[in-house]
């Protein structure tokens, strides 16, 4: 664990442009919350209309782009000796945040044009509105379990708060200084 720790401590965990997408999409994901339709009739402004579908469309590619990434480039900041379960359900939980995330996205798209075609009522666009309000809640709910497991590792430290977290960092307790711990 120590020598898992240490790498963590002098490579900074992951790269630059794996922590700018990560904060990249906090910051886009909170956006998309604060500007979100309230009513659906809100979409007879066209240009509103083809802003949501050009804001979805742009997420889902960044959403992709990331996904390939981390997928290809980044290996997990879980220690090695982390419980197998543990391990299985961050796969699960970050893969979920993937899916309800893309979800969102393309529901949104799916929205914007049925009611583009004309759909402004009926089961496809209350289908559609249905799957999008479900995939928000699974999304808010994934991330409140990534939140608190990397609060949880913030108080383990184990270096896994350090690998993508840009603050209260736990350096100290890399140090070989007894005072520092």
């Known amino acids: 664990m120590r020598d898992q720790v240490e790498r963590l401590r002098v490579t900074g965990g992951y790269s630059k442009i794996a922590k700018t997408s990560h904060w990249g999409f906090v910051a886009l994901f909170a956006y998309g919350v604060l500007k979100q339709v309230d009513d659906i009739g809100q979409l007879r402004d066209t240009a509103l209309l083809r802003f ?12 992709g782009a990331r996904f390939f990434y981390m997928r290809r480039t980044q290996k997990t900041s879980l220690p090695e000796e982390t419980p197998y379960a543990q391990k299985i359900a961050a796969k699960i939980a970050h893969l979920g945040m993937y899916i309800s995330l893309a979800t969102i996205a393309l529901s949104g798209i799916l ?42 590792h913030r108080f383990k430290k184990d270096g896994v708060w350090d690998s993508m977290v840009p603050f209260w960092k736990e350096r100290a307790s890399f140090t070989n200084n007894p005072s520092a711990k």
Do not use: P
């Open 52 to 63: 949501e579908i050009l804001f979805a469309s742009a997420l889902l590619i960044l959403l």
């Open 111 to 152: 929205i914007g044009l049925l009611y583009w075609s004309g759909f402004s009522n009926g089961i496809l666009i209350d289908g559609a509105v249905g799957l999008h309000e479900v995939s928000v809640t699974v999304t808010y709910w994934l991330i409140a379990v990534h939140v608190l497991a990397a609060v949880y």
